[in-house]
């Protein structure tokens, strides 16, 4: 789903509404911005109750003692299989407790399951299935949304760049975007701050 919508572009954007520029040219633009802030920072910042999916880890490489580290933000948990055991939510902890984006589950003291044994088939690869919303939140943050908005702007006034010699955004086939000019600065320094980085015990 879109972080933002054409309206915010035109509301907050500064684009002059004499500006011979319509709703189906501003999604096109945001869905290209926010392919590069997902890729720019490694994270998903929004997801909803459809955007469920199964990940897959082993015990003994993505197992510290009893908690399982995660390679991916999670927002929120909607099932875990260990094995062959189905956990409950009393089963597990996420970590940090209070709030997402979560990035490992610890098993609870008073549970009787364990996430597998390394010397037994209970630890085969992939045995472990998280399925749950991988992204930071279920909103994007109020900075990543402005920073989109910043980039949908500077995309948009790029395109719009007379100048034959003018740098201009490129397409890759992929879908992939390269800007071949510098991003804004601000835009640049919020996306920094967001930039995932793996926390492993």
Same mark, same amino acid.
């Given at each position: 789903?879109?972080?933002?919508? *054409? ?6 954007g500064g ?9 189906s040219?501003l ?9 590069? /802030?997902?890729?720019y920072?490694g994270?998903v910042?929004?997801?909803? *109750?459809?955007?469920?999916a199964?990940? $897959?880890?082993?015990? @003994? ?6 908690? +399982? !580290? +995660? ?7 909607? @099932?875990?299989v260990?094995g062959?055991?189905?956990?409950? *939510?009393?089963d $597990? ?13 610890t098993?609870?003291?008073q549970?009787d +399951?364990? !996430?597998?044994?390394?010397? @037994? ?11 749950? &919303? !991988?992204?930071?939140? *279920?909103?994007a ?10 980039? /949908?702007? !500077?995309y948009y ?11 201009r955004?490129? /397409?890759l086939e992929?879908?992939?975007t390269v800007?071949?000019? &510098?991003?804004?600065?601000?835009v ?6 967001y ?7």
């Amino acid at each position: 789903m879109a972080y933002i919508s *054409s309206s915010d572009v035109k509301q907050y954007g500064g684009i002059p509404t004499t500006d011979t520029v319509d709703d189906s040219e501003l999604t096109l633009i945001i869905a290209r911005a926010q392919k590069y /802030v997902d890729e720019y920072t490694g994270r998903v910042f929004e997801c909803d *109750s459809d955007d469920d999916a199964t990940r $897959y880890y082993t015990a @003994s490489l993505d197992v510290a003692r009893n908690t +399982l !580290w +995660l390679d991916k933000d999670l927002n929120t948990v909607a @099932s875990i299989v260990a094995g062959t055991d189905t956990l409950s *939510s009393t089963d $597990y902890v996420t970590e940090p407790r209070n709030d997402s984006p979560f990035y490992a589950i610890t098993l609870t003291d008073q549970t009787d +399951l364990d !996430w597998g044994d390394p010397s @037994s088939d209970d630890d085969y690869e992939n045995a472990i299935a998280v399925t749950a &919303q !991988w992204a930071y939140s *279920s909103s994007a943050p109020a900075d990543i949304q402005h920073a989109m908005i910043r980039l /949908v702007k !500077w995309y948009y006034k790029q395109g719009r760049i007379t100048d034959e010699t003018a740098d201009r955004p490129i /397409v890759l086939e992929s879908g992939a975007t390269v800007l071949p000019a &510098q991003i804004p600065s601000d835009v640049k320094e919020i996306l920094d701050r967001y930039r995932y980085r793996p926390v492993r015990a």
